[in-house]
């Protein structure tokens, strides 16, 4: 069972390798862009919480932030304006 786990992930590993055309590099440099690459994921994984938090716990400056960098009218601001319309009549 063991083997066949290991096989599916080397395997995996593989296709990682042959996608991006790490296959043909020295070892040495395999490991150079292995850190490159965790530390690109390290970043986007801190980015991608920063605007999951921004949203969730400052919805409003958030909503002014998007707004300031797309100015023109969207459907997201008409489900926002309904949102807060229900919240006004205490409608759930």
């Given amino acids: ?4 786990i290991w096989k599916s992930i080397t395997s995996v590993y593989l296709l990682y390798e042959l996608n991006t055309c790490i296959y043909m590099l020295d ?6 862009v ?7 994921a390290f970043i986007f994984a801190i ?3 920063l605007i999951f938090s921004s949203y969730t716990f400052l ?6 932030l998007v ?3 797309l100015p023109t009218h969207s459907a997201l601001s008409d ?3 309904d949102h807060q319309r ?3 009549f205490n409608i759930h």
């Fill in 1 to 4: 069972m063991f083997r066949k």
């Fill in 27 to 32: 070892p040495w440099e395999k490991r150079f």
């Fill in 34 to 40: 292995s850190i490159l690459f965790c530390s690109h």
């Fill in 47 to 49: 980015l991608g919480l």
């Fill in 59 to 64: 919805p409003g400056y958030t909503r002014k």
């Fill in 67 to 69: 707004n300031a960098f």
């Fill in 79 to 81: 489900l926002d304006m």
């Fill in 86 to 88: 229900s919240m006004d």
